[in-house]
């Protein structure tokens, strides 16, 4: 079921108007359905359940999207939090998410980030590099705690996704290579301060295969095998995100969540551990829409140019990844056209879509950039001096700002000349 749908004549979210919305607020302004996210978590919930031994832990990846009314809704349904910065832990403990819900991923992780997230409590580091953990133990030993810690694999699978957002060939920074687990989990169970009790692995994001995630699982499958023979105590296997969501007519469909829960089950049986999955453009993806208006239709040789007042510095992913939104009218036409549809910013790349057919539109008018909920605010930028998109959540005929207009002036308003 689509929560963004016609009604009237117009596009609605849930019980609320886009028109109404974007009178109230302006645009472009990122509009989220909380029954669209509550649902696709607990589809996600469900497709895992009994998987693995203990309780699964769907520990969304709060990077597609952290706003704090987001994390706050998916902490109360009972989602962990896969995080990558201090700030998103912070963000995550904020919104009521338990520390022992809470995974640290990320290469870079500074001494910093790890003390505080120490001590402040987690379930587990996802340590990327033997480096990682020789910083990680001195941390721990410093506190005098005991850091739960797993080592990220990088299984060198291809995960048949775009270039920049596979992450899982031995080209890729992340984790580490398969060959040097054993000898680098055994250097780790040495190291004070550390307890390690996980592997990890994610691949890449939009995944629309099964088959390169079950490539990956088996191998670490292959992998847990190995370390409990080397006499490591092994109690959690954390498989990542990546499972990519439906972008309309055309596009590639990725499998069902309930299709990867069962290869999930097939795969993991008889590893003996608790299961943990970090989704993140499943939840949010298809739950948020980027809502903005034609300023102008100027006349192209291929086509004629749309453009509107969202810009790439609001929605960056078709300018980064050549990405595919799906564009529809507020108030569709009837009539079809083709477009190029580009934002105001003062860069070619600032481009959405070339020769695209669509709802015949005109100045004035608001159209939507669908699948916008996951890595769209949070990936926002004020490049050429432009205010960050707004942020409206919608629960029923119900609507709250959830993120102000970001004025340009308040983000100048930080800079300083404090010569020394
Ligand atoms: C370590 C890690 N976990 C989870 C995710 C979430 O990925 P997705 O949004 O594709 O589910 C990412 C991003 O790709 C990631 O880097
Ligand atoms: N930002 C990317 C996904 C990468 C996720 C982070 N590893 C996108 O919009 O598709």
Redesign the pocket.
């Given at each position: 079921m689509d929560h963004f749908h016609l009604q009237d004549g117009a596009l609605h979210c849930e019980g609320v108007s886009l028109e109404a919305l974007a009178d109230a607020v302006g645009t472009p302004t990122y509009v989220y359905s909380a029954a669209t996210m509550e649902r696709h978590a607990e589809v996600m919930q469900a497709a895992v359940a009994g998987a693995g031994t203990g309780e699964p832990l769907v520990a969304y990846?709060v990077?597609?999207n952290p706003n704090a009314h987001v994390l706050a809704r998916l902490g109360k349904i009972g989602l962990g939090a896969?995080v990558?910065s201090i700030g998103e832990y912070r963000r995550a403990r904020a919104a009521g998410i338990a520390p022992d819900r809470i995974v640290f991923?990320?290469v870079g992780k500074t001494a910093e980030e790890m003390a505080e997230a120490l001590a402040g409590g987690l379930l587990q580091f996802?340590v990327e590099s033997m480096e990682e953990a020789h910083t990680l133990s001195a941390v721990a030993d410093a506190q005098g705690r005991e850091a739960p810690m797993g080592f990220?694999i990088n299984p060198d699978v291809s995960a048949g996704t775009h270039a920049k957002?596979t992450?899982g060939t031995a080209d890729n920074k992340?984790g580490i290579a398969a060959a040097d687990a054993l000898g680098f989990t055994r250097e780790a169970a040495g190291l004070p301060g550390l307890a390690v009790h996980g592997v990890t692995v994610?691949i890449?994001?939009?995944?629309t295969n099964l088959a390169p995630l079950e490539q990956a699982f088996c191998r670490l499958g292959e992998l847990i095998s190995a370390l409990r023979a080397d006499g490591r105590d092994i109690r959690i296997a954390d498989l990542?995100?990546?499972?990519?969501v439906p972008h309309g007519p055309g596009q590639p469909e990725p499998p069902s969540p309930e299709a990867y829960g069962e290869m999930v089950r097939r795969v993991t049986t008889g590893w003996n551990t608790r299961l943990l999955f970090?989704?993140?453009?499943?939840i949010v993806g298809n739950a948020g829409v980027l809502l903005t208006r034609v300023v102008r239709v100027k006349p192209g040789v291929r086509a004629p140019w749309l453009i509107v007042d969202a810009g790439m510095n609001d929605l960056m992913r078709p300018a980064l990844y050549d990405a595919y939104h799906r564009i529809e009218a507020v108030r569709p036409s009837g009539v079809q056209q083709i477009v190029n549809v580009v934002g105001p910013v003062c860069e070619t790349g600032d481009t959405f879509t070339m020769d695209r057919e669509m709802d015949r539109v005109e100045a004035g008018d608001l159209i939507v950039f669908r699948t916008a909920g996951?890595?769209g605010a949070t990936l926002s930028n004020g490049y050429n001096s432009r205010p960050l998109a707004a942020e409206v959540l919608v629960d029923g005929d119900r609507w709250a700002l959830i993120r102000r207009r970001v004025d340009p002036d308040a983000l100048a308003g930080v800079e300083t000349a404090d010569w020394r």
């Open positions: 990846a990077k597609a896969d990558v991923s990320g996802n990220r957002i992450t992340f994610h890449g994001s939009q995944l990542g995100g990546g499972l990519g970090e989704p993140g453009r499943l996951a890595y």
